[in-house]
C-alpha cells in the first residue's frame, strides 16, 4: 500500500496540469496526426472510420488492420521518462526513504526543469476489421486512449497539477455508395459504445510544498461510465477530387461537431484541406484550417507533411515486412486562434 | 519525376520546420477582446511561450490599470534589456504601477471580483507572474529546496521551533548566498510583489501561495535595496557584497562566507532616506504577507503557527521602532544588527 502512495506520489511530482477537454472518444491515428489532422475530405482507408465513415466505400475489399499502438508525448515527459528509465535503482532508493518532503525535493531538483510547465502524453491503439467495397462497406473498429496532461508551476511556491483519463470504445460501422454519371456519393455511420475513466487524476495546482507535508493517499480514480454515440459521415467525389463531412458525436446536445474537408488523391499522393469545430465561433478561422499531404515514393515508404492551425507537422513511416514503423512530430491545439495554445508533441509507433 | 520530387522535398521540409517554433498563422490571428486575451496569455505562459505571456498579459492590465488613455508598454523589452536601463525600468515601474491601480479598484468595489474583467486580471497576473520568473531566470528551487529540508528532516515532528537554535552565522550567511542569487534587480521584485499581492486579494485555494510569494518577493526587494552599493537598482558582482562572497576566480559563490567580514559592508540604504521609507513599507508587507498566509496554512504544515505568529507580532514590534532617516544613518550591516539587537531588548 505505501509503494503504492509512494508511486502514485512519484507520478504527481514526475507528471504534474491544466484541464483541456482531450476528445477520449475521437481517435487520431498517426498518418492523420501526421498530415495535420486532416482527413475528412481524403478519407480513402481505414483511418474513415473516426474522420468520415463514408470514406470506406473505397473498393479495398478484406481488410484486417490489427493492432496499431502510438505513443505521443511532448519534450518534457519524452525525455523525462527516459531520463527515469536510466535512474530506476537511484529512484527507488529515494522511494525507499519514505520521506514525502525527500521525494518531493529530489523530483523537483532532478525533473522539475524538464516538466516545467504543461506537457502532456497520449497513448492510443487501434484496429480495423471489415470489407471495404465498392458501394457497401461493414466493419468492425476498436481503438482505446490514454491521455496525461501535467503542469509544473514555475510560480515562486512551486505547484503541481494532473489529469489523466481513460477510454476503450468499441465501434459497428457501415457505408452505402451509388453514382450518378462520375458522381460518386458515399453515406456513412459509425456507432460507438465503450467505457470511460474520466478522472483518474484532477488535482489543479496542488502546492508543492503541501504535497511534502501531507500524508494523504493520492490514489487514483479508476470509476468508469459506460457511453455510447453516433457519428455520421459524407462524401462526394468526382474523378480524384473529394469532399467529405462528419458530424461527430451526433447524440451530444452541445454544439454539433462538425468537420469538412476536401481531398485530392492520386495513386501516389493525397493532399486534403479540413476544417473542424465548424459551429463553434469560439474558434478563428485559421485555428479550424488543416492541411496535409501523404507522398508514397515506394511501397515501403510514406512521407506526410502539413500545417495544423498554422503549425508545421510532418513524419515518415517505414514499412519493414509486415511490421510498419513511424515517427514524427505534430502540434496539440488547445487554444481558440493559431499560434495561441499549443503542444508540440513528439510521437512514434508501429503496426501490422 | 520532377513533380514527385518537388512533393517529396515540400514533405521533408514540412518535417524540417515542424521542429521550429513557427506559426504561419499567428500574425493574422490575434485574440481581441480582454477575456481571450488573458486566457491566450495564460496558456501562452504555461507553454513556455513568455513574449506572447508578457505581450497579452501587459496589454489586459494596462487596459484595465492604467488610469490615463492606455499606452501599449512593450513589458518584454523592459525585462529582457540590462536592468540598469532606465527606459526598461521606467516601463517595468509604470507596469506595477498599473497591477497596484487594478488591485484597489477591485478592492474598492469599482471592478467587482466576480465580473469578466477581475477574472481576466486574474489569469493575465498569474500568467505575467510565471513569464517573468522565466525571463528573468528567477530561480528560487534553492529557497523551496531549504524549506523542503526542513521538512525532510529524520525527526518526525520538525516545527519552527527547532529552527531557531540553529539560526547561526553560518546559515545567515547561507540565507544572504541565496538571496543575493535569487535577487534580480528592485523594478522586477517591486512588480512581481504587486502582482502576487493582486493575486492573493482573489483568495481561494491558492491565497497561502501567493501570500508566500509575496513574502519572498519582498525579502528579495529588501535584501537588493540593502547590498545595492552602487545604487543602480540591481544587484550584480559591481556592488560590494561581491567582495565577500564572490569568488571571482571560478566565478561562482565562495563555499564559506565571513559573517565578521560581512558586518563592514555599507548598507544601500545609507544617506538614502526614500528608499529607507520603500525598505520598511516592503518588511512590513512582507510581514503582513506572512500572517496572511499562516491563515490559510494548510493543516498537515509541520509549523507550530501560533508560535509563527508570535515571532511576526514581534518583527513587527521591531520595525515600528524605526523610522526612515534612522535606517538610513546606519552605515553598516554590523551597524544594523546592532540597531536590531538593540530593538529586540
Known amino acids: 500500500m505505501l509503494l503504492k502512495k509512494q508511486i502514485i506520489f512519484f507520478l504527481i511530482v514526475l507528471v504534474s496540469v491544466v484541464a483541456f477537454s482531450f476528445d477520449l472518444s475521437f481517435y487520431n491515428s498517426f498518418e492523420t496526426l501526421m498530415m495535420g489532422n486532416t482527413f475528412t475530405g481524403i478519407a480513402n482507408d481505414v483511418n474513415a472510420v473516426y474522420y468520415n465513415p463514408a470514406g470506406l466505400t473505397n473498393s479495398s475489399g478484406f481488410v484486417f488492420d490489427i493492432p496499431n499502438v502510438n505513443v505521443n508525448a511532448s519534450y518534457g515527459i519524452g525525455s523525462s521518462v527516459v531520463k527515469a528509465l536510466t535512474h530506476l535503482n537511484e529512484i527507488k532508493t529515494v522511494l525507499d526513504s519514505k520521506n514525502n518532503a525527500y521525494i518531493a525535493d529530489y523530483f523537483l531538483k532532478n525533473y522539475g526543469q524538464a516538466l516545467l510547465n504543461t506537457n502532456r502524453a497520449v497513448v492510443g491503439t487501434n484496429g480495423y476489421v471489415g470489407y471495404d467495397g465498392e458501394n457497401f462497406a461493414l466493419g468492425v473498429s476498436a481503438f482505446s486512449q490514454a491521455y496525461v496532461q501535467t503542469f509544473v508551476s514555475n510560480d515562486i511556491i512551486p505547484s503541481v497539477s494532473l489529469h489523466a483519463k481513460a477510454a476503450a470504445y468499441v465501434e459497428g460501422v457501415g457505408a452505402l455508395a451509388f453514382k450518378i454519371f462520375n458522381v460518386k456519393f458515399s453515406f456513412g455511420g459509425t456507432y460507438r459504445y465503450g467505457y470511460v475513466m474520466p478522472q483518474i487524476y484532477s488535482i489543479n495546482n496542488l502546492s508543492l510544498l503541501v504535497v511534502a507535508s501531507s500524508s494523504t493517499a493520492l490514489n487514483p480514480n479508476l470509476t468508469y461510465e459506460a457511453t455510447s454515440n453516433i457519428d455520421l459521415g459524407l462524401k462526394v467525389s468526382v474523378d480524384h477530387v473529394n469532399f467529405g463531412g462528419l458530424w461527430h458525436n451526433v447524440t451530444n446536445s452541445s454544439t454539433p461537431d462538425l468537420r469538412i474537408g476536401t481531398g485530392l488523391v492520386t495513386r501516389n499522393l493525397a493532399i486534403g484541406v479540413d476544417f473542424d469545430k465548424l459551429l463553434d465561433n469560439r474558434y478563428s478561422f485559421f485555428r479550424r484550417l488543416h492541411i496535409g499531404v501523404k507522398y508514397t515514393p515506394f511501397d515501403f515508404v510514406k512521407l506526410y507533411g502539413g500545417l495544423s492551425a498554422g503549425w508545421f507537422v510532418g513524419g515518415a513511416e517505414l514499412k519493414l515486412g509486415f511490421i510498419k514503423f513511424y515517427g514524427g512530430t505534430y502540434v496539440m491545439n488547445t487554444g481558440f486562434h493559431a499560434g495561441y495554445g499549443y503542444q508540440r508533441m513528439y510521437t512514434i509507433g508501429f503496426g501490422l | ?345
Not at chain 2, 96 to 110: C, F, P
Not at chain 2, 186 to 194: A, F, I, R, Y
Not at chain 2, 215 to 244: C, K, P, Q, R
Open chain 2, 1 to 345: 519525376m520532377k513533380k514527385f520530387l518537388l512533393i517529396g522535398t515540400i514533405v521533408v521540409l514540412a518535417v524540417a520546420l515542424s521542429s521550429c517554433a513557427l506559426n504561419v498563422f499567428k500574425p493574422f490571428d490575434k485574440p481581441s477582446n480582454l477575456s481571450s486575451l488573458a486566457k491566450n496569455a495564460l496558456s501562452a505562459a504555461n507553454t513556455g511561450d513568455v513574449q506572447t505571456s508578457i505581450s497579452l498579459s501587459s496589454e489586459v492590465i494596462t487596459s484595465a490599470g492604467s488610469t490615463s488613455a492606455s499606452t501599449k508598454v512593450d513589458l518584454y523589452s523592459a525585462l529582457t534589456e540590462p536592468a540598469t536601463s532606465s527606459k526598461a525600468k521606467a516601463v517595468i515601474e509604470q507596469v506595477a504601477s498599473d497591477v497596484k491601480n487594478v488591485k484597489s479598484r477591485i478592492q474598492n468595489g469599482i471592478i467587482s471580483k466576480n465580473s469578466t474583467t477581475a477574472s481576466a486580471v486574474k489569469s493575465a497576473a498569474i500568467a505575467m507572474v510565471r513569464s517573468i520568473s522565466q525571463v528573468k531566470k528567477l530561480s528560487i528551487t534553492s529557497v523551496i529546496s531549504t524549506i523542503l529540508g526542513v521538512f525532510s528532516k529524520p525527526a518526525s515532528s520538525v516545527s519552527i521551533k527547532d529552527m531557531s537554535p540553529s539560526l547561526t552565522a553560518s546559515m545567515a550567511s547561507k540565507i544572504v548566498v541565496v538571496l543575493l542569487s535569487a535577487s534580480r534587480g528592485m523594478p522586477t521584485m517591486d512588480l512581481l510583489s504587486e502582482l502576487s499581492s493582486l493575486l492573493s486579494v482573489y483568495g481561494g485555494k491558492d491565497e497561502f501561495n501567493w501570500d508566500a510569494a509575496n513574502l519572498i518577493y519582498d525579502t528579495l526587494y529588501v535584501s537588493t535595496a540593502f547590498f545595492d552599493s552602487n545604487h543602480d537598482g540591481v544587484l550584480t558582482t559591481s556592488d560590494e557584497i561581491f567582495n565577500y562572497v564572490w569568488d571571482k576566480k571560478n566565478n561562482c559563490f565562495k563555499r564559506t562566507v565571513s559573517f565578521e567580514k560581512l558586518e563592514t559592508l555599507t548598507l544601500g540604504t545609507y544617506g538614502k532616506p526614500a528608499l529607507a521609507q520603500k525598505v520598511i513599507d516592503k518588511m512590513n508587507e512582507a510581514i503582513q504577507s506572512a500572517k496572511d498566509g499562516l491563515n490559510y496554512l494548510p493543516s498537515s504544515f509541520p509549523i507550530d503557527s501560533s508560535y509563527a505568529q508570535n515571532i511576526l507580532n514581534k518583527a513587527e514590534t521591531i520595525l515600528s521602532k524605526f523610522n526612515a532617516n534612522e535606517l538610513a544613518s546606519l552605515k553598516t550591516l554590523g551597524d544594523l544588527m546592532k540597531a536590531l539587537e538593540t530593538a529586540f531588548q
